[in-house]
């Protein structure tokens, strides 16, 4: 995560075939929460709860040696990453950026969010690109391997949380779009889930709301293909995301896969 020291954070938008920024106060937004405020704008006053300033070189180089001196089975999640990635199809930039992991030197960049349905909300992408143009410009700027890694929450309990979405019709209208609910005693986490018939209907609700412009066909097979019924809730997620960024030197890691709540 970086941090902006001015009263706004620049945000990029097209006009045409050119680019530029607008500044962006997001502390006018009502939902921000003060320590995301003051860690944006005022490092100094929550700088003791943190390891070193995001802004500072030196903070960043002393966390990728910490890192790097750090003992961890590297083999091992490269392993299981692998094991998840020939599962999904992984693309082969995805692969390789997996296979980083396996070196001493390599830094990973972390994001994540819990696998919701058709990819969840729209910040899941944004955190994903924001890991993916981090761990770039840290390899940049180090001199090390650096691989943006998206952890899916495949452990968490909430169904209601995951289980719908809100889509805009052509006319700007919000929808919501859901699976159906769980019996209140059913706390099981959504890594157990497998998607039924209901999934059909839910990615059909999708497509008669959606414009019919030129990307739609393509959008709505690729959903399809990811979350298909028979297939579980949290790969349907990480196959969805590995259609939208795999071409990008990224990679998804499910927590639930066994092997990792057994490593040192």
Request: aromatic fraction near 6%; glycine fraction near 6%; charge should be neutral.
């Amino acid at each position: 995560m970086t941090s902006n020291t001015s009263d706004s954070a620049p945000v990029s938008h097209a006009t045409g075939d050119a680019s530029s920024k607008l500044a962006v106060d997001v502390r006018r937004f009502p939902w921000i929460r003060r320590l995301a405020a003051d860690y944006a704008y005022d490092f100094p006053s929550v700088e003791p709860f943190f390891a070193g300033n995001p802004a500072q070189h030196k903070a960043w180089a002393d966390a990728i040696r910490r890192t790097q001196a750090h003992a961890r089975n590297r083999a091992g999640i490269a392993e299981v990453l692998a094991a998840q990635q020939a599962r999904r199809g992984a693309p082969q930039p995805a692969v390789d950026a997996a296979r980083l992991l396996a070196d001493g030197r390599t830094v990973a960049v972390l994001t994540g969010q819990q696998a919701g349905l058709f990819g969840g909300p729209l910040f899941t992408l944004l955190k994903a690109l924001t890991a993916l143009k981090l761990a770039a410009q840290v390899s940049q700027d180090h001199g090390v391997p650096a691989v943006a890694i998206f952890w899916i929450d495949a452990e968490d309990h909430d169904w209601d949380e995951v289980r719908g979405c809100s889509v805009l019709d052509a006319a700007l209208a919000p929808h919501n779009i859901s699976l159906p609910a769980r019996s209140a005693g059913d706390h099981a986490p959504v890594a157990t889930v497998t998607l039924d018939a209901s999934i059909t209907a839910a990615l059909d609700q999708l497509e008669a709301l959606l414009p019919p412009t030129e990307f739609r066909p393509a959008l709505m097979a690729d959903l399809r293909a990811a979350y298909a019924a028979g297939r579980g809730m949290a790969d349907a997620f990480g196959h969805w995301l590995e259609r939208v960024l795999g071409g990008r030197k990224s990679t998804r890691l499910n927590s639930s896969h066994v092997a990792l709540s057994r490593m040192p």
